[in-house]
């Protein structure tokens, strides 16, 4: 039985998606995501012509989901100065979850940044596109300095990504959050912080 293309490409992406997050995206080849995908080597390489193509798409997969998932935290809050606690409250749901293994830019990164620039680009792409959430969320508060508080807040967030997938702990979550929330007491106008 033949699957439509776009069964066969959903089929390739869960299993890339899979597997590169689990083991890298220089441990996994093609063979091993047309055995967990169910699609010939044929159909594969027609769908995904090259294994960079696939990390392309497997990359921008992962961007869209997080950004799904932040939204999902982030969205319902009403409170400016919440909505910006939320996006670390979206961190520790993250590192809770059983196949957590870190940020996909950061791992994909750390494997081809120096050897892929597509790889660098797309990792470079999602933080920006991060960090111009929290420059919004920073502003939306009435943060003097927007650009500037969302530096600190990305600094925070991606510490603690990385000490979360290190340790195995969702606790630098927290931590990150505490520390949020004393620099949004510090740096928002007294009305957004109940004072």
Not at 80 to 99: E, G, V
Request: with cysteine.
């Amino acid at each position: 039985m033949t699957i439509d293309t776009a069964t066969a490409q959903r089929q390739v992406l869960a299993a890339a998606d899979s597997l590169f997050y689990e083991r890298g995206v220089q441990a996994v080849g093609m063979d091993a995501i047309r055995t967990a995908s169910g699609v010939s080597l044929k159909r594969l390489y027609q769908l995904f012509p090259s294994k960079d193509a696939l990390i392309e798409a497997y990359l921008k997969h992962r961007d869209e989901l997080w950004k799904t998932m932040l939204a999902e935290h982030v969205d319902p809050t009403t409170e400016p100065r919440d909505r910006i606690l939320a996006a670390f409250d979206f961190l520790h749901a993250w590192f809770q979850q059983a196949d957590y293994r870190g940020c996909a830019f950061i791992n994909s990164f750390g494997e081809l940044g120096t050897v892929s620039p597509r790889v660098a680009e797309l990792a470079n792409q999602h933080k920006a596109d991060f960090q111009q959430r929290l420059t919004e969320l920073a502003e939306a508060a009435g943060a003097p300095a927007p650009a500037r508080l969302a530096e600190y807040l990305i600094l925070l967030s991606e510490g603690a990504i990385t000490r979360s997938a290190i340790s195995g702990s969702d606790e630098p979550a927290v931590r990150a959050r505490e520390a949020a929330s004393l620099l949004l007491d510090a740096l928002l106008p007294a009305a957004q912080v109940g004072v």
